[in-house]
């Protein structure tokens, strides 16, 4: 409770700004009916029994903020926690450090809900993403789903994924190459952003690929002899300006950025080498992949012009998020019950998520969801690090919790439900009870995409100056 004091200062700064903004609420979102209002009330009792506790991890794993795949701490006492909730726990899953897998099962067959806890921080600036609220959404799901099951006495199973690297090295796409995600019906989890207070949304996100570019060149004196260097810094500025002259040319709603780095370089040396770690994103997968051809164009023609040779290597590949429609209803339509509205906001928060990646393969849910923060503090800044431990941020995250908990029980309770937000046969899982107040509609049809190449893309003499390969961390 210490670390609750020292954020004080901040808390109350963002409750005035908080309460300065309420009226700039959009309209009141009229609910339908709750599927099951007891299982509800269930959910919602056990969660505001154990809201301290989430609390209390929450801000443990504030104060241990944790970079990608070194989330060790936060491995340790998330473990324990569902360790001691009575959660069978699997540390260090599938191969990965901090990767960890925590399974209830009630009763015989059933369906399984997946759920994801993301922790990793920000180099430098914390839980500027909030990833310490999205670990405790996670946790509380789970936990709201087995009281359920055990008091409804329903047969079922929940798994809950510990997941690694979101911000950088896209843990959850290895997960899915390990078979992490293969006895999932669907998948849930959340995200916290900034945005009008008490909102919500399930909106898409953009597909992302990431490209690392290594030019190398020949050093030489900068004065004496110039005319013997190769210069891989030339290279990098012109192969960095054509993308930006590119960037006018793309549709808005696409990105493409990019920075240059290099070692040893002096301005009396002609350098040998620079690297070019650039980024480009599409409202989708395909989109992506076309805009990386056209930068990829800008990179490699600046090695020709300057007679060095490139290394062009791909490393993240982030789908687009494919929020299922009827789980996001279904979602709406519960958590309005709190008095949080549905707008539309980007699932993950105008950037991208290996979530994506995860809707590819089985069926998913990613809602965002608005924290107090200051003006200018949105994800990604120290401000946005103080949102994500107020009380505030804390009580929306377990509002979030208790919709999609009743989202889960929902898919395993309701066939036709199953069957519509799948797309599977509702025969599968006969133990399963039939249930038919499902009003919608929609369907998930697509199939996961697999992506590894290896192309000579240009040759110099009878050297390829450019080679695309996959990032040695992602194969
Ligand atoms: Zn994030
Ligand atoms: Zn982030």
Known sequence: MSEDLQAGSHTSKISEYASHSLDILPPQYTAEEIYRPDVLETIEQAL???SPALRDLSLKIHSHPEISFEE??????LTEFMES????????YLGLETAWRAEFKHGTGGRVIGVNSEMDALPGIGHACGHNLIAIVGVAISLGLKAVLTKHDIPGKIVLLGTPGEESGAGKAILIERGGYKDMDVCLMAHPGAGPLNCTGTGPCKA?????VDYRGQTAHASAAPWEGKNALDAA???????AALRQQIEPTHRAHAIIKG????????PDNAKIEACVRAPTWKEAQVLKDRVLKCFTAAADATDTTCTVTLGESLFDLKQNPLLASEYSNIIAKYGIKTIYMEGAIGGSTDFGNVTYVVPGLHPAYTIPTLPNGKNHTKAFTDAAR???????SISVAKALAHTGFHVIDDDAFYSQSTGKDQTAHPQATVRTKTKFAHGFTDSVLSYLCVVIITTNGNQPSCVISRHPDQA
């Not at 959660?87 to 260090?92: D, E, I, S």
């Not at 107020?390 to 929306?396: D, I, L, P, Q, S």
Request: overall charge negative; glycine content about 4%; hydrophobic content about 35%.
């Open 390 to 396: 107020t009380e505030e941020a804390h009580n929306m």
């Open 263 to 270: 070692e040893n370089w002096a301005y009396n040396i002609i």
């Open 237 to 243: 500025v012109i192969g960095y300006s054509s993308m």
């Open 72 to 77: 060790k701490y936060a491995h340790d006492t």
């Open 48 to 50: 505001d029994r154990l």
């Open 208 to 212: 992302t690929q990431s490209i690392f």
């Open 85 to 92: 909730s009575g959660f069978k726990v699997t540390r260090h």
